[in-house]
């Protein structure tokens, strides 16, 4: 049964695409909190240079010396970024746009001047194809394994052991990271490693998934996930539940309607995400539109409560506290008054009698406190 699991396509395909998202989902959450996220970008197109420069001194394109060699470009990178932000002459998003593609470039002009019969592409790096996975096989305790879930699954081990094993500290260097250096909790070198492990886990994913799908998601679950919630084991717990929905989903999909598997898993990452942003309760779209209603026909109804205060008892009142007239002095459309009136209803403040809007004890209340004792009734 283990054989014919391993040999089924489909099921070699989808491990692929959930052990890229479960490593990472997790790696990603924490990314996304310390603002270091587009990091990922540079690092994924940087590789290239580190996969040609490894090969051309080792004659390798895979194996863990190429592993090794383009993480070292990823870190290479990142401390290349850091130096000139650092430097104060360029913001971070500048540096970054600035190291990545000359690296990313360098790497392609080495392909092209010495890598042109070997298979070692660009497109490889960057898109990848998901759907070949299953062709490299590796004998691993008497099963034949693709390479891809064999290098992936042990990326994925890592990556849980050192978040797992690190919580605490990963957690106080990415909120505080002034308290996390008092304790002791190094979090220079929380956030090296962490960097190191995004670097290992891209050069794992880039023959297998691409570095786009790999972008797609280490950044976009962990995004959606951070609009539903603020606790981070549960952040992160969504992030994993959605790179595993996108991975099912995106490949049901792509077998439906004949296009790329890795390019529909990437799409609906960022559907959930587009779902999230307008659906997701308190922080969603939808949700602060609400929001803002209330607190507009809020403020409505406060200013509704004042002008009925300044006519309540006179003889003015049956002139002034009328529909027409809060129409024609607060310059309100009919339908903006009309909500005003409902909200002020709603909240017993105001009441309606025969056309005529007068103000309850509540709304009486409500106007003395905001206006003084003399208001609400002469």
């Not at 605490?168 to 990271?177: I, Q, Y």
């Not at 209603?293 to 205060?309: I, M, T």
């Not at 300044?310 to 003015?316: I, L, R, S």
């Not at 909500?339 to 005529?356: K, N, P, S, V």
Request: proline letters at 3%; glycine letters at 10%.
């Amino acid at each position: 049964m283990i054989a014919a699991f391993f040999d089924s396509i489909p099921a070699m395909i989808l491990l692929t695409g959930c052990l890229v998202g479960i490593s990472s989902a997790v790696l990603g959450t924490f990314l996304v909190l310390r603002g270091n996220s587009m990091l990922t970008d540079a690092i994924s197109h940087s590789i290239v240079f580190g996969i040609v420069i490894t090969w051309m001194l080792t004659a390798q394109i895979s194996g863990p010396l190429q592993l090794l060699g383009a993480a070292l470009t990823g870190v290479l990178t990142v401390l290349a970024v850091e130096w000139l932000a650092r430097s104060g002459l360029v913001k971070m998003d500048a540096a970054i746009g600035l190291v990545f593609p000359a690296l990313f470039a360098a790497g392609v002009l080495l392909i092209a001047l010495h890598a042109r019969d070997i298979h070692l592409h660009v497109d490889s790096v960057l898109l990848g194809e998901i759907g070949f996975v299953w062709l490299h096989r590796v004998s691993l305790w008497g099963l034949e394994i693709p390479v891809s879930v064999a290098s992936l699954g042990v990326v994925m081990a890592v990556n849980l052991a050192f978040v797992l094993g690190f919580w605490k500290e990963l957690k106080l260097s990415s909120f505080d990271p002034g308290l996390a250096l008092v304790l002791g909790f190094a979090p220079g070198v929380m956030h090296y490693a962490l960097l190191t492990l995004t670097s290992v886990t891209a050069v794992a994913a880039f023959d297998a998934v691409g570095a786009v799908l790999f972008i797609a998601f280490v950044i976009v679950p962990p995004a959606t996930a951070y609009l539903l919630t603020r606790r981070l084991w549960l952040m992160m717990a969504l992030a994993v539940a959605l790179s595993l929905a996108s991975c099912l989903s995106g490949y049901w999909l792509a077998v439906k309607w004949d296009v790329s598997i890795g390019g529909m898993m990437a799409s609906m990452t960022g559907l959930w995400f587009a779902l999230a942003l307008l659906f997701a309760p308190g922080r969603g779209l939808l949700a602060q539109g609400l929001r803002r209603g209330r607190v507009r026909a809020d403020h409505d109804s406060a200013v509704l409560v004042a002008h009925l205060a300044t006519h309540q008892g006179t003889d003015a009142m049956a002139r002034e506290n009328t529909l027409d007239a809060i129409m024609t002095h607060l310059g309100w459309t009919h339908a903006r008054a009309r909500a005003a009136i409902l909200r002020a209803h709603d909240r017993g403040l105001i009441e309606r009698r025969a056309g005529l809007l007068s103000l309850r004890p509540k709304g009486a209340a409500m106007a003395r406190e905001t206006f003084g004792p003399g208001a609400a009734g002469r």
